[in-house]
């Protein structure tokens, strides 16, 4: 058995919950402090692909990163190349698909710090840069941990999103989820039972160590 996809979808998920991580948490962190009147709408944008069907949200990343699309001619002017059915694609993709799982669970962890320990860094005349560091995300761990765990699961699991803008490319795009389609579409059902199995036990184990990993930060905190 051929166990590329598996290989590239770790990759696929790393990559993809970094970035989120750096990108998420400033998002988060100001939708969790901001007044603005657009924090709400903003907010539902982020949250969008929770309710969006993932068919739908992918022909519209396709159209976007295309060769016709505004992201795939610039795309074509740096490289040569659009982005749709390529490797970056596919991580552009996840990262709008799986952002609220990432922001989310930040935003609450923000929320939850409150004030009082922004007051005392300010007190010290901390910076906020500095505050932001080394009091606000070390407080925030467990949000964190949820963020990254929930985010890089989700990746794993993709499958809508990465098929429309993806397709079915071996060793470019052929994600783990996409094999498993392949093989029950060839009746190889003990090959699609390996694969999924393994995605299932996967799932259970990420899962069960972010329960115990929460619980232990919140008596470490206590």
Same mark, same amino acid.
């Given at each position: 058995?051929?166990?590329?996809?598996?290989?590239?979808?770790?990759?696929?998920?790393?990559?993809?919950?970094? #970035?989120?991580?750096?990108?998420?948490?400033?998002?988060?962190?100001?939708?969790?402090?901001?007044?603005?009147?657009?924090? @709400?709408?903003?907010?539902?944008?982020?949250?969008?692909?929770?309710?969006?069907? $993932?068919?739908?949200?992918?022909?519209?990343?396709?159209?976007?990163?295309?060769?016709?699309?505004?992201?795939?001619?610039?795309?074509?002017?740096?490289?040569?190349?659009?982005? =749709?059915?390529?490797?970056?694609?596919?991580?552009?993709?996840?990262?709008?698909?799986?952002?609220?799982?990432?922001?989310? $669970?930040?935003?609450?962890?923000?929320?939850?710090?409150?004030?009082?320990?922004?007051?005392?860094? =300010?007190?010290? &005349?901390?910076? &906020?840069?500095?505050?932001?560091?080394?009091?606000?995300?070390?407080?925030?761990?467990?949000?964190?941990?949820?963020?990254?765990?929930?985010?890089?699961?989700?990746?794993?699991?993709?499958?809508?999103?990465?098929?429309?803008?993806?397709?079915?490319? $071996?060793?470019?795009?052929?994600?783990?989820?996409?094999?498993?389609?392949?093989? #029950?579409?060839?009746?190889?059902?003990? @090959?699609?039972?390996?694969?999924?199995?393994?995605?299932?036990?996967?799932?259970?184990?990420?899962?069960?160590?972010?329960?115990?990993?929460?619980? &232990?930060?919140?008596?470490?905190? @206590?």
């Amino acid at each position: 058995m051929d166990y590329t996809p598996v290989w590239l979808t770790l990759k696929l998920a790393s990559i993809t919950t970094l #970035v989120l991580l750096v990108i998420g948490a400033p998002i988060a962190w100001w939708l969790a402090r901001t007044r603005c009147w657009c924090k @709400q709408p903003i907010s539902a944008l982020v949250a969008l692909p929770l309710v969006l069907p $993932p068919t739908v949200l992918g022909f519209y990343l396709l159209l976007a990163l295309g060769a016709n699309g505004p992201l795939g001619k610039l795309s074509m002017e740096l490289t040569g190349e659009p982005l =749709a059915f390529t490797f970056t694609g596919l991580v552009i993709g996840s990262v709008i698909y799986s952002m609220p799982f990432v922001i989310q $669970p930040l935003q609450n962890a923000f929320e939850a710090i409150g004030d009082r320990p922004l007051e005392v860094a =300010a007190t010290l &005349r901390a910076s &906020r840069w500095d505050t932001f560091f080394s009091v606000v995300l070390p407080l925030a761990r467990p949000g964190l941990l949820t963020g990254a765990t929930l985010g890089f699961a989700h990746t794993v699991g993709e499958f809508g999103v990465i098929l429309m803008i993806g397709g079915n490319i $071996p060793g470019e795009t052929k994600v783990l989820s996409v094999a498993i389609y392949d093989h #029950v579409e060839m009746l190889e059902y003990d @090959q699609a039972n390996i694969l999924a199995g393994g995605m299932l036990v996967f799932a259970f184990l990420v899962l069960l160590i972010m329960h115990l990993l929460n619980k &232990r930060l919140q008596k470490v905190g @206590q």
